[in-house]
């Protein structure tokens, strides 16, 4: 396994000859590099600036003390200062440099590598001393007098320093005796030769920058195994390989990093196992990141790679607790949060832009354990399993967790009785999807949450103001919010608590929505596919159906022969979040009239949605007569302006939350082979909570469609209304609202409209090019009026789609008083009027709507 760094470099290492050329050969005739031992009573100073120092090109500088040098060329290994980032604070380290044609380079791949450092928790400045004392310790003392490090050796008698082939930094008395060494005191690396032996263990640092010790995971060498794990109570072990030693010797076993694996020695120091390792070709070493994985680094004539992962080949990727932080679930190395919904649910990722780095949730407090929930994930395993409670039903085990303070989640397994074991957990890392096909019984997970979401606001009543934080207000939460009011929580959150409840009811009047089922998986959601099984639904992506600037869609067929249409989103990392919100959206809306979104994929690099195919494709292919299909009769007409309305009444009040679509345009309606229409694209959804009866936000739309009060005013549902009417005219008409072709009194529809409505010659402009058409003019103008109706400029006075409905159905009228003055209209060019919007205006024109709205 080769990290992409790693590719990278070996891709690099093929230019070799060209780029070597561009080495510094640094005076290196006049460098004295030998320097590999030192004898007793000697002192070195951390001084950035002398003949010792190396400054790479990544910024980090060594200043050598001691250096083993091997030859002319390739790694050796040298102890000294050693710091990168801003050098502000140094490590006492072992390391590794590269020698080019007999001088150390300071290029980037050859940046030095540390093994070993004495003061990783006491980093020292610039001025702090090592000193070989006169008793034979090694002593690190800071710039100002404090012992960062030392070596503790008492009553013995060292003569010197020596730093050997292999890296380890030795002190040994006048008998070449070792009397301390490096070796035996492990930090975060493992070097050929060295041993790491029962009792002793790795640790990470938190970070390349950040040398402190992270105190989270370990890889520990004890009398049966090597283990790594999280360093919880009880520990969570995420590895574990025990080592055959049935007797109790008087040699503890080990394991070795020896050229070619990772060799474990049991009693009598006979090897008894190995896990291979790819044979070095130059030096290697291993290290314990902070991400608990223990990857092997080689030095490739051309810079460091990352050339093993090695617990990976066992784990798996998502077998390591950290793969998705805390509360992340893990599928395939993809994480997500415990419900896709994140707004509705207990947990929130902490970085929209990192899935990796995990979620969450309200934090549990022990003392309000009454208001404590388990919700439970179907087919969850944990990374590791040690059963706590043996043979005992799903509510035994939940009820276990419920009534102990320090559980935060379980772990049920269980065979097909349903009777099983229980692990609880202290701390709830990485779960992972259960592979069904790979294990033989059922698990589940119930993860603790605190109830309700008033108590961090207790805490932090700032957050109030979050607009994220209000729309998790939503409808669900209320009676629990009514429970806790009641319950008596102590005069101390008594004030806090009344605002919260005058902000609550302000914005959440809307109390019918009886609380149910939110704590299953909710049913209904749209799958999630891997990128490999898109490829197969779409023949790898051999049908495009179209393409626009951020996405192509293309056809494919499921499994059981259902055709789809599946949109890849092209190369967009930071609309992960809009593609997250289009997923939730849509996903969980169902109604005829409306494209259903099946799937989705959000693989590291990809994002793809599953759309269920619509025949005929969008509208605009058959209302504005630029291909030679026959045109649409005056009753399709009419019953596509019917769906739509159907459609967008739907989203605007039969939803839990208004969604307004806010890029309502011909595009975005589909047909399929009845040329039944449905609503599509959701990208650019904004959920407007229902109790908020507007929301603001950042202009987006597409000109033409877009409602006047974008420039001024909040935002509503009416602006759907008001794209709605436009593309009524658009159907009517038969031609699109600007038309650069046409005379420039007559470019722009709406202008067009507004004159003959007042010229009562609304007939003049019904779609000439349809015999249908015309033969219905009279209807064909009673549906303008719907429109002019849409269209007004006080979005108050549009209709509610309802309203829309019921005068198509033919239940109500349109009122006689309607304006045609439909407000601000864009000039032809756009720039014009909009004047300094203009910039914006573009902005969203070309990307926001396009993302996710892109062709058919
Ligand atoms: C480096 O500097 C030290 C004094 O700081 C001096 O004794 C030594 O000779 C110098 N070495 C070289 C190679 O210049
Ligand atoms: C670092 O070395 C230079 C030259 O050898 C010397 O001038 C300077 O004082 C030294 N700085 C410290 C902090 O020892
Ligand atoms: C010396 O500096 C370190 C950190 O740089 C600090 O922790 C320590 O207290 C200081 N000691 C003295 C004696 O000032
Ligand atoms: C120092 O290390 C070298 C190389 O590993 C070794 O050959 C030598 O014997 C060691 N010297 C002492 C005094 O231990
Ligand atoms: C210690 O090692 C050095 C070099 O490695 C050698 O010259 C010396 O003779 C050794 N001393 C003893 C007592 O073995
Ligand atoms: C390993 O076993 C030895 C001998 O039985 C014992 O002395 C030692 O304490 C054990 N070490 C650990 C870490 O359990
Ligand atoms: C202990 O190990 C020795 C060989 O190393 C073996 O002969 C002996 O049977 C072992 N004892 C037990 C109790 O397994
Ligand atoms: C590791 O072993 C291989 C095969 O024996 C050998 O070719 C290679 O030089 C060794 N590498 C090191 C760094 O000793
Ligand atoms: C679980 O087991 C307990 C007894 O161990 C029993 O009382 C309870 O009814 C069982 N619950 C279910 C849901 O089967
Ligand atoms: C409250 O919120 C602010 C900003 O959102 C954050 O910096 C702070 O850490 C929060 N405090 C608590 C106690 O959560």
Not at 299 to 319: I, M
Not at 496 to 514: G, K, M, P, Q, S
Request: aromatic fraction near 10%; proline fraction near 3%; include cysteine.
């Amino acid at each position: 396994m080769v990290s992409p760094c790693g590719l990278c470099s070996l891709l690099l290492s093929f230019s070799f000859a060209s780029v070597s050329q561009f080495f510094i050969f640094s005076d290196a005739q006049t460098k004295d590099y030998d320097y590999p031992t030192a004898m007793i009573s000697t002192q070195w100073t951390n001084n950035a600036t002398d003949n010792r120092s190396i400054t790479y090109a990544d910024g980090s500088i060594v200043q050598l003390i001691l250096l083993r040098r091997i030859g002319e060329y390739g790694p050796a290994y040298a102890c000294g200062f050693y710091c990168n980032g801003n050098c502000k604070s140094y490590l006492f380290a072992i390391f590794m440099v590269i020698f080019e044609g007999g001088t150390i380079t300071t290029l980037y791949d050859g940046r030095p590598q540390v093994v070993w450092s004495a003061n990783r928790n006491n980093p020292v400045k610039i001025g702090a001393t090592l000193e070989l004392t006169s008793k034979g310790n090694l002593m690190l003392i800071d710039a100002n007098g404090t012992v960062a490090w030392y070596t503790e050796i008492f009553g013995k008698s060292v003569v010197g320093l020596n730093l050997t082939d292999f890296g380890n930094l030795v002190l040994f008395d006048r008998n070449n005796v070792t009397v301390w060494q490096s070796f035996d005191h492990p930090t975060d690396s493992l070097v050929f030769g060295q041993k790491l032996m029962a009792g002793q263990r790795l640790m990470p640092s938190v970070s390349r920058t950040d040398w402190a010790i992270d105190g989270m995971i370990t890889l520990s060498m004890n009398n049966g195994s090597l283990s790594a794990q999280m360093e919880t109570s009880p520990p969570q072990i995420y590895y574990n390989h025990d080592i055959p030693n049935p007797n109790a010797s008087d040699k503890p076993p080990y394991v070795e990093f020896v050229n070619g694996s990772l060799a474990f020695f049991g009693i009598n120091t006979v090897e008894m196992a190995v896990v291979l390792v790819p044979q070095a070709s130059f030096a290697q070493y291993m290290k314990l990141g902070s991400d608990g994985h223990l990857r092997v680094y080689e030095w490739r004539r051309f810079g460091w790679v990352d050339v093993f992962d090695l617990l990976t080949e066992y784990l798996g990727d998502c077998g390591y607790p950290t793969t998705c932080g805390q509360y992340g679930i893990c599928t395939n190395g993809q994480c997500s949060c415990p419900f896709l919904i994140d707004k509705t649910s207990y947990f929130k990722q902490v970085d929209d832009r990192q899935p990796n780095l995990g979620c969450s949730a309200y934090p549990l407090d022990c003392g309000l354990s009454q208001y404590h929930k388990l919700i439970e994930l179907k087919d969850v395993m944990y990374f590791t399993f040690t059963a706590n409670l043996e043979n005992i039903n799903a509510s035994n085990c939940k009820e276990a967790c419920a009534n102990k303070c320090s559980c935060k989640a379980v772990i049920f397994e269980y065979g097909s009785e349903a009777i099983g074991d229980c692990y609880l957990l202290t701390q709830v890392f990485s779960l992972k999807k259960v592979d069904n096909k790979k294990i033989s019984y059922n698990s589940i997970a119930y993860l603790k949450v605190q109830d309700e979401l008033i108590f961090s606001s207790l805490s932090n009543l700032s957050d109030l103001d979050d607009e994220s934080l209000s729309t998790s207000f939503d409808n669900q939460r209320s009676n629990h919010l009514r429970v806790i009011i009641a319950s008596s929580l102590g005069a101390l959150f008594a004030v806090t608590i009344l605002i919260i409840i005058i902000v609550f009811f302000l914005r959440n009047r809307d109390d019918n929505e009886v609380e149910a089922g939110y704590l299953d998986q909710l049913p209904g959601m749209p799958t999630r596919y891997t990128y490999e099984d898109l490829k197969a639904i779409t023949n790898d992506f051999s049908k495009k159906l179209g393409e626009g600037g951020f996405s192509s869609v293309f056809e494919g067929t499921l499994i059981d022969g259902t055709k789809v249409a599946v949109k890849h989103l092209v190369g967009f990392g930071q609309v992960k979040k809009s593609f997250l919100a289009e997923v939730e959206a849509v996903g969980s809306i169902h109604h005829l009239n409306l494209v259903r979104l099946m799937g989705f994929c959000a693989d590291k690099s990809h994002m793809l949605l599953v759309y269920e195919y619509m025949l005929n494709g969008s509208l605009d292919r058959w209302i504005f007569h630029e291909s030679n299909k026959s045109v649409l009769n005056w009753q399709q007409r009419r019953k596509i302006i019917l769906h739509m309305a159907k459609g967008l009444n739907y989203l605007h009040e039969d939803c839990t939350q208004k969604i307004a679509h806010l890029d309502i345009k011909p595009q975005n309606i589909l047909l399929d082979e009845n040329f039944n229409a449905k609503v599509a694209d959701f990208g650019l959804s904004k959920l407007i909570n229902r109790d908020q009866s507007r929301v603001v936000t950042t202009m987006r739309g597409t000109p033409g469609y877009m409602a006047p009060e974008w420039l001024s005013a909040a935002i509503t549902e009416k602006v759907n209304v008001y794209s709605f009417g436009i593309v009524i005219l658009e159907i009517v008409c038969g031609r699109k609202i600007f038309d650069r072709s046409l005379d420039e009194e007559d470019m722009y529809l709406l202008s067009l409209f507004k004159r003959n409505a007042i010229e009562e010659q609304l007939l003049d402009i019904v779609d000439k090019c349809n015999e249908d058409m015309q033969l219905n003019g009279p209807q064909a103008v009673n549906m303008m009026r719907i429109a002019a109706w849409c269209l007004q400029g006080d979005y108050t006075r549009r209709p509610s789609m309802l309203m829309v409905i019921k005068v198509l159905e033919g239940i109500t009228e349109v009122p006689g008083n309607l304006e045609y003055n439909f407000s601000t209209q864009p000039s032809t060019n756009g720039a014009a009027i909009f004047g300094q919007m203009h910039l914006e205006f573009s902005a969203t024109t070309t990307l926001a709507p396009s993302v996710l709205s892109g062709p058919r």
